[in-house]
């Protein structure tokens, strides 16, 4: 029998950095974390305008773009430890009965049924173009002509250029979001691999120290 291949050969990232998702075929990828809008509340013309300016501003963009709903699992355990924390210092003894109360409640709830946040996520690509045979066999020529950088020179720059473009889409994305009343902030890499440690571990409660809520 074959041994199981690690969970890391089935994931086609190969890094996170610089704000950015780096996947195994070179493309780069950013996560901006979206703020809701009551869509129900609004007027019919309200929605209309919404809809009709989200539309405009997909129409806009020369590159695709992913929405996603991620349901997240909350972990109360911090609250409730500050929560018996405020009752041990609590000098009124009918104030720390109903704040043990409150805790035991919030303690059995939980148990039964788990808490679940709502985050929208928008994912804004950038894939830089393949070298053809062409453009290699040209590249090749003129390496001759001129002095040869560094391999991991060129790298660096190449990576810096195609931050650089996936950085214009990102701003294009956030203010054609603005105009709808939409708030969206790209994620940092502690708060990206947060989310996809949550994506593949959905069985788990998530991890402690991080939230990307707060955003």
């Known amino acids: 029998m074959e041994p199981a291949l690690p969970t890391q050969k089935f994931v086609d ?24 809008v009551n869509f129900d509340l609004k007027s019919e013309a309200e929605q209309s305008l919404i809809l009709n300016t989200f539309q405009n501003m997909l129409n806009s963009l020369d590159f695709s773009i992913q929405f996603f709903v991620h349901s997240r699992k909350i972990n109360v355990d911090e609250y409730l430890a ?30 039964e049924n788990s808490i679940i946040s709502k985050a929208f996520f928008a994912i804004v ?3 830089p173009q393949p070298i053809t045979s062409q ?11 001129v002095k040869k950088p560094s391999t991991n020179k060129v790298e660096e720059e190449n990576t810096q250029k195609n931050l650089e473009q996936l950085d214009h889409r990102v701003n294009q994305v956030i203010d054609g979001l603005e105009q709808i009343g ?3 902030v790209p994620l940092e890499d502690d708060e990206i691999t947060e989310l996809f440690y949550n994506l593949y571990n959905p069985q788990l409660v998530e991890k402690k120290g991080l939230n ?3 955003k």
Do not use: H
């Open 125 to 127: 690509p950038y894939d």
């Open 212 to 214: 990307i809520a707060e």
């Open 82 to 111: 500050n929560m018996s924390t405020k009752k041990e210092k609590e000098p009124n003894e009918l104030l720390k009965i109903q704040i043990e109360e409150y805790v035991e409640f919030i303690r059995s709830f939980v148990q």
């Open 13 to 36: 990232i190969k890094n996170v950095k610089d704000g950015a998702v780096y996947l195994k075929n070179n493309g780069l990828r950013k996560i901006l974390i979206v703020s809701g």
């Open 135 to 145: 453009t290699r066999g040209f590249l090749n020529t003129f390496k001759t002509l």
């Open 182 to 184: 939409l708030r969206a």
